[in-house]
């Protein structure tokens, strides 16, 4: 059973154009979503993460968006460029568990010149 | 800071042979963990460790071993390789405590079981 559901899979940007990746989640418990961002033939980073005391979260070009009642919650990235084209993970877990993070499937994004 | 690592790169066995993959951090980082990636399911965890000498199952643990004697290091052991191991493996650490569960990925092992 996949507790946290992402889309789409995959997503084609134009440069300067706004990315959309959505997550939704199932276990109330969650109380941490991050997302990660991982290059080919690299571990994923963190890119951005945030607890559901706030609906907005914004860090440069990347913003994620929250909502808790629909347990949702998207990245936004603004202006895409070509060095943004990337694999994103959305994740979440819940506070005590020490390092159970559930993942997401993944989103391929891919930013056209 | 070499972070955390893991060795080797890239690794090809045959079904029903074993290996230990190695992960190391230097962070002194309590907690460590084992994902695999497979294409279209994310990352999974297999095992993950509090400490020294405390280890627990995660999501997908069947066929692997870990153990954890010290802080900077947690191997993964595979007894019996089979073909439904094939995957990249990553080792993550990250401080208990703290507000942030922001974890720190090692750059993978690629496995392949024949």
């Known amino acids: 059973q996949q507790q946290v559901k992402q889309s789409p899979q995959s997503l084609i940007v134009q440069k300067g154009g706004i990315s959309i990746i959505n997550c939704a989640y199932e276990n109330t418990a969650f109380d941490y979503f991050p997302w990660y961002q991982q290059f080919p033939g690299k571990g994923p980073a963190l890119l951005i993460a945030i607890r559901p005391d706030v609906s907005e979260k914004k860090e440069g070009r990347f913003t994620i968006s929250f909502n808790k009642s629909a347990k949702q919650f998207s990245l936004h990235i603004m202006d895409s460029q070509p060095g943004d084209s990337a694999t994103y993970f959305c994740a979440a877990t819940r506070g005590g568990t020490a390092s159970k993070l559930t993942f997401g499937t993944g989103t391929r994004l891919q930013v056209t010149l | ?114």
């Open chain 2, 1 to 114: 800071n070499a972070g955390v690592t893991q060795t080797p790169k890239f690794q090809v066995l045959k079904t029903g042979q074993s290996m230990t993959l190695q992960c190391a951090q230097d962070m002194n980082h309590e907690y460590m963990s084992w994902y695999r990636q497979d294409p279209g399911m994310g990352l999974r965890l297999i095992h993950y460790s509090v400490g020294a000498g405390i280890t627990d199952q995660g999501e997908v643990p069947n066929g692997y071993n870990v153990s954890r004697s010290t802080t900077e290091d947690f191997p993964l052991r595979l007894l019996s390789a089979a073909p439904s191991q094939t995957s990249v493996y990553f080792c993550a650490s990250r401080p208990a405590g703290g507000r942030t569960d922001t974890q720190y990925f090692g750059p993978g092992t690629r496995l392949t079981v024949l």
